[in-house]
């Protein structure tokens, strides 16, 4: 972890430039709280980034605030945790949109970018993005989908990836996606899928992801060489910051135990 009181005067002179009421000060203090609650090593640097769905299903999340709310809690994370405290994030529908969500823009940032919903969900490109943004854009060098050919390699990363994926579940083609889930789990990038919206079919596609691709089960076979992947409900989370960071930090020390054993950080 960064100095914790550079961060907090850092953090406490964005709030005040930015008249938030303190509003990332309290999500900075929670996130602390549960990292040291859940034993999560807090010297241990990660690189964030972050995947919006912009499609057009989404837009009541984008009308009531909830959109505004992940990208600031990605943030508070982040600032702890990563070495520059910024955010790359990819907003995703039938394109792709990119912005880096830092502390001196973060603030209403989605009605100031104009951002909106509209368009399909292209998760797939959205994944292949994250990819390239860590380094790894040759997993997908050979295009998706072929079984015929050798699982991906596995290439050590100095520092890992923390994917937050804010989506209300079914992409475009499930098929693709699912296979660009496999990919990544070669290489040293934990995907946090956070769902929000109210179509279940969206939500079992998630949990599917999370739990039903098995895990050390050749990627010709259709498996995973570890689980990269944990899908928690932002409705259920409430506008409690502890309770959202402490799913957040769900499963992250056994990812990180497996990709350490794997060799991929």
Not at 58 to 85: I, P, S, T, W
Not at 223 to 231: E, F, S, T
Request: aromatic residues 8%; contains cysteine; proline residues 3%.
């Amino acid at each position: 972890m960064p100095n914790l009181q550079v961060v907090k005067q850092k953090v406490a002179a964005a709030d005040a430039a930015q008249g938030t009421g303190g509003l990332m000060t309290r999500k900075v203090d929670a996130a602390v709280k549960v990292m040291l609650t859940k034993k999560v090593n807090p010297n241990q640097i990660w690189q964030n980034l972050q995947l919006v769905d912009k499609s057009g299903s989404m837009g009541n999340e984008y009308r009531k605030g909830h959109v505004q709310e992940a990208v600031e809690r990605a943030l508070g994370f982040a600032v702890l945790v990563d070495d520059d405290g910024s955010v790359p994030t990819c907003f995703f529908s039938s394109s792709l949109y990119t912005t880096e969500v830092k502390l001196d823009n973060f603030h209403g940032l989605i009605e100031r970018e104009r951002i909106s919903a509209g368009g399909s969900t292209d998760l797939t490109a959205a994944l292949q993005w994250a990819a390239k943004e860590t380094g790894n854009g040759d997993l997908f060098s050979g295009g998706l989908l072929r079984r015929g050919g050798s699982a991906p390699s596995v290439k050590k990363m100095d520092t890992p990836a923390f994917v937050t994926i804010v989506t209300d579940g079914r992409p475009d083609n499930t098929q693709t996606a699912i296979d660009a889930v496999q990919r990544l789990s070669y290489r040293g990038c934990f995907l946090k899928f956070l769902y929000v919206g109210e179509d279940n079919l969206g939500w079992q596609f998630l949990e599917s992801l999370d739990n039903d691709i098995p895990v050390g089960v050749p990627y010709e076979k259709g498996g995973r060489l570890i689980d990269n992947v944990n899908a928690q409900k932002m409705a259920s989370l409430g506008h409690d910051d502890s309770v959202f960071y402490n799913a957040m930090l769900e499963e992250v020390n056994s990812w990180l135990a497996a990709a350490k054993q794997q060799g991929l950080i």
